[in-house]
């Protein structure tokens, strides 16, 4: 059973750029969840995917948004870059939204932005 | 809303000393309750959970108990070891049923720093 993946692992942009960051689910998983994680901090919930429509969404600015395929992989992009946005990006696979299932992390994308 | 506290780091240990790390939750429901463990440079790893009151979660000699009378879900070792040394998440699952989705909220990380 293959994990959840994600990629790049790193990556360096410059405030006011876009960037795009991808995630593929565990077998199975339908649902896909977006975290970012500042230095020293604890997860913050992004948004949720669950076939392929956004179904929930945390406190963040509409430059974030993302996408679920098919195959229920996953981008998150963020516009218009600005310094705070570097951090430590999680993506999260479960099998159903709207339970308390279990979610599985990938080991996440470090953005940094200068 | 909901909210999840933990006890600051970091936590400095000599190898085979017990381990608490202490969590506790505000929640308008009936949470799920998770530890997760991130190594240096990685994502984050689930180590145990429990999804109702009084259940006990355990995994490689961790367990913690979810306690709905104190609002708690302590993690308890009894013998840590060097490679136990990360960053510990404690987390509720918060089911959102207006959207249909469910996020988790995590505290803050308890850093654990054993020594040989």
């Known amino acids: 059973e293959t994990g959840v993946t994600q990629s790049p692992t790193h990556l360096i942009k410059t405030r006011g750029q876009q960037v795009t960051l991808r995630c593929s689910s565990q077998s199975g998983h339908n649902t896909v969840s977006w975290y970012q994680q500042a230095l020293g901090q604890g997860p913050q919930f992004i948004f949720q995917?669950?076939?392929?429509?956004?179904?929930g969404r945390g406190n963040f600015p509409p430059r974030f948004s993302g996408l679920q395929f098919p195959n229920y992989s996953s981008e998150l992009n963020v516009n218009a870059l600005e310094l705070d946005d570097s951090a430590l990006y999680l993506c999260a696979s479960s099998l159903e939204a709207g339970r308390q299932e279990t979610q599985y992390f990938g080991p996440g994308t470090r953005l940094l932005v200068l | 809303g909901d909210s999840v506290t933990q006890m600051e780091g970091p936590v400095t240990l000599s190898e085979e000393a017990c381990l608490t790390i202490n969590c506790t939750y505000t929640a308008t429901g009936y949470p799920s309750l998770f530890w997760y463990v991130q190594y240096p440079g990685e994502g984050l790893q689930l180590l145990l959970k429990?999804?109702?009151?009084?259940d006990k979660g355990s995994n490689k000699g961790f367990e913690a108990t979810y306690r709905k009378e104190t609002t708690s879900f302590h993690l308890e070792k009894g013998s840590v070891q060097v490679s136990d040394s990360a960053v510990y998440f404690c987390?509720?699952?918060?089911?959102?049923?207006?959207?249909?989705?469910?996020?988790?909220?995590f505290g803050a990380g308890t850093r654990l720093a054993v020594h040989p």
């Open positions: 995917y669950y076939r392929e429509e956004e179904n």
């Open positions: 987390a509720l699952s918060d089911v959102m049923f207006s959207g249909g989705y469910n996020k988790l909220i």
């Open positions: 429990a999804t109702k009151a009084d």
